[in-house]
């Protein structure tokens, strides 16, 4: 038996979708104002370590676009060929934010190369701080909007979106301290050195976002304590039962589908179980918000001695 999500929840499911798309927005119109922040620096200054900075900025962009996409494209109302919804559409997004991730890494290694061969002293390295240092606040305040608010709604797209700038704010910080550091004791080759440590870390964030969308694309398994919840409500709900077995869960975006087999006394009513299902279709959607849920009822003859017995 398959029951759908609340009409209320379906209802606050759309109103965050729509406010998502909003952030998504939000994110394309910072990521271009910090791109000429951090680019103006780099004119400013001609350091290696600030183009890098710079260079990831675009990044930023291409991937703000990406996700407005994907979340335009989760939006959309299931349809025969799409009986599930759309949701997965955003682990797309967080796979080609990881992508171009690691593309911008290896372009500033190719930069920091280039300039560790001849390193050259910084120009107005003050105002040049200065301005990056404003383009680094600016993001700092919008990854925490977009951590925020992704988690809340479980936006992968926006989450994902919000770690890469969390990234780039830490990666920033160690480029001003160093930049910093280069024009005072005038050691210009650490400035293609800081370069090239910001495209490790770089790399190191564009993997872990790519591992993470191929595990919702593949659909794994939501963490330990969700499950835990998942079973705690069912056991707790599920009253004049004897067991429940096959439990398996997955993600998609903001829905959560859950799907299990629900054994009840041979002798009882359909109109009886159906009540015991509601109730635990009920107490889901009022803990995870957007369910899917699959209950699929049998006689006690299908008991299972690895099934959970009911409180």
Not at 2 to 26: D, E, H, K, T, Y
Not at 236 to 263: D, Y
Request: charged share 15%.
């Amino acid at each position: 038996m398959f029951r759908g999500p609340a009409q209320a929840a379906a209802v606050s499911g759309r109103r965050n979708a729509a406010l998502a798309v909003r952030i998504a927005w939000g994110s394309i119109a910072v990521g271009v104002v910090v791109l000429g922040l951090k680019l103006l620096a780099w004119w400013i200054t001609g350091s290696v370590a600030l183009f890098s900075d710079a260079l990831e900025s675009i990044i930023n962009v291409a991937a703000a676009i990406a996700a407005l996409v994907a979340l335009q494209v989760s939006r959309q109302p299931a349809d025969p060929d799409h009986p599930y919804g759309h949701h997965k559409a955003e682990y797309f997004s967080a796979v080609v934010e990881g992508v171009l991730i690691v593309v911008a890494a290896f372009s500033i290694l190719s930069e920091a190369w280039q300039a560790l061969a001849d390193p050259l002293p910084l120009d107005a390295p003050v105002a040049g701080l200065a301005i990056n240092g404003a383009a680094t606040a600016l993001n700092a305040v919008w990854a925490s909007v977009l951590i925020r608010y992704g988690r809340r709604w479980r936006s992968p797209a926006l989450v994902a979106d919000g770690r890469h700038l969390v990234t780039d704010v830490v990666t920033s910080v160690g480029v001003l301290a160093g930049v910093m550091a280069a024009s005072a004791f005038r050691w210009p080759i650490l400035d293609p050195i800081l370069a090239a440590l910001v495209a490790v870390n770089v790399l190191w964030t564009g993997w872990r976002l790519v591992r993470e969308s191929v595990g919702g694309l593949m659909d794994a398994a939501p963490a330990g304590e969700v499950m835990d919840t998942i079973r705690r409500i069912v056991s707790e709900r599920a009253a004049g039962a004897i067991e429940v077995h096959g439990l398996r869960s997955r993600h998609a975006g903001p829905v959560t589908f859950i799907e299990f087999h629900l054994v009840v006394p041979g002798d009882m009513s359909v109109a009886e179980a159906h009540a015991i299902c509601d109730r635990i279709e009920a107490a889901l959607e009022d803990e995870l918000t957007e369910t899917h849920v699959s209950i699929h009822v049998e006689p006690d003859t299908e008991r299972q001695q690895t099934g959970v017995p009911i409180l």
